[in-house]
């Protein structure tokens, strides 16, 4: 991979969707066996839930932990962020251990298709799906400094960055 392993990130996120406004600053890697989509989807993923002050981005790769989550003041994870599509048995197990459970993929549509029947006994999930065009494009220009300035509406997520600027139409398909 030619890709660095190690990014300095700040991001600086206008949410309007949650009307928030804040700066993110910190050291994240590409985890062991991680594609640069899952990190890319991780990094976008927290961004998203970062309206929240008690959002926290799995830099460990602990795979008993969701890959963004949002705790409340007891530090309970109340929100879980899964950056890939999951198994019907494990959207199941999941949906029970957390108040809202949130799937975020690229193009998922094919998948959430042969699931979707089964989900209407899950009240508390979410599945959004992005274009692989804006993974790539982020993908392509990716340097081991993330300064994203990223804006968040109702259906879009954009983000600029010294290189250009990519946009994508976030779908939310649940």
């Known amino acids: 991979m030619s890709k660095p392993f190690v990014f300095k990130a700040r ?12 700066v993110e600053v910190f050291t994240t ?12 989807l991780r990094v976008l993923g927290f961004c998203a839930l970062s309206y929240n002050e008690l ?19 007891n530090q309970d994870v109340v929100f879980a962020l899964y950056a890939s599509e999951l198994e019907l048995e494990d959207l199941a197990r999941l949906s029970k251990l957390y108040e809202k459970l949130i799937i975020l ?14 989900l209407i006994q899950f009240h508390n999930i979410s599945v959004f799906s992005i274009d692989r065009t804006f993974i790539e494009e982020l993908k392509d220009n990716l340097t081991n400094s993330i300064h994203w300035d990223i804006l968040i509406e109702q259906n879009s997520m954009s983000v600029s960055d010294k290189i250009g600027y990519y946009q994508t139409e976030v779908k939310q398909l649940c």
Do not use: Y
């Not at 890697?29 to 890319?40: G, I, N, Q, T, Y």
């Not at 993929?105 to 089964?118: L, R, Y």
């Open 105 to 118: 993929g690229i193009e998922v549509e094919p998948w959430f298709n042969e699931i979707s029947a089964h």
């Open 29 to 40: 890697a590409l985890l062991k066996r991680e594609s640069v989509d899952h990190f890319l």
């Open 55 to 73: 959002t926290f981005l799995n830099q460990k790769s602990d795979k008993s932990m969701p890959d963004v989550w949002c705790e409340n003041e």
């Open 11 to 22: 991001l600086k996120v206008a949410d309007l969707f949650h009307h928030a406004n804040h």
